[in-house]
């Protein structure tokens, strides 16, 4: 069966999808794309490059088939740990992404977003983030999270931290944090829990990446490069997760 549908063009995959399975959430790892680079001789950075294309991509096919949030890690508070110039590469990169990829956004009429620690990020790409979260922020059908600086512990510590401000300062009143109260003080707390988290390269980890957020999440890993995770990729982990038992604890 699995053979069949992978000679199966992108329209006649897109077909087998079922309208009323689709995922609400699908969270992504867009890993390998330093191995992608390497393994062609290229400087890791041009794999960078190569995988900002793929974003466009699969954005446009979220938005086709349905999808109401897609999330995107794009630095973890764990990449600073990387080489100055790669990490100065990376944030002009998604500011010149953002700037170029703009008026694509408002066209598809995505909405976007970035949630992390962004305020530790440079002024450039702050102001860029700002500035294209104002001008698709009416948009209601696809939303585009780019996590940048983003831990899933930082996310919930500084969630916790706010919880306690707001406690000393008699500004939250409650005496028992229950789960509503504490996904308030999430980064976005309108994000629903992701329905399937997609990982690139062939790891096989969740990588401090929407902790909160994925109790419930299938899991889809593929050994492609995030280089080469095309739409028929995509579509391909839809239609898996469209296979699977979903139980949530129950039976
Ligand atoms: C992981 O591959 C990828 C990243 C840490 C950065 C992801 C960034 C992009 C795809 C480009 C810009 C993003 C946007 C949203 C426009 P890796 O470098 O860890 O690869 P490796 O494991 O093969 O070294």
Redesign the pocket.
Known sequence: MQNQINKLSLEDKIKLINKHKIPRHVAII???????A?EKGYP?IF???E??K??EDILKIAKRVGISYIS?????TE?WNRPKEEVEF?FT??AN?LEDKKNMLLKNKIRFKAIGRIYELPSFLQKKIKEVEEETKDFKDLTAV?CINYGGRQEILDAVNKIAYDIRNNILEDKYICENVLKKYLYLPELPDVDLLIRT?G?KRISNFLLWFIPYAELYFTKK??PDFKEEDFIDAILDFQNRQRRFGGI
């Open positions: 867009m890993d390998g794309n330093g191995r992608w390497k890791r794999g960078h490059q995988g900002a793929r974003v995107f890690f794009s630095f973890s990449n990376l990169l998604m992404y780019f390269s790891e490069y995030w």
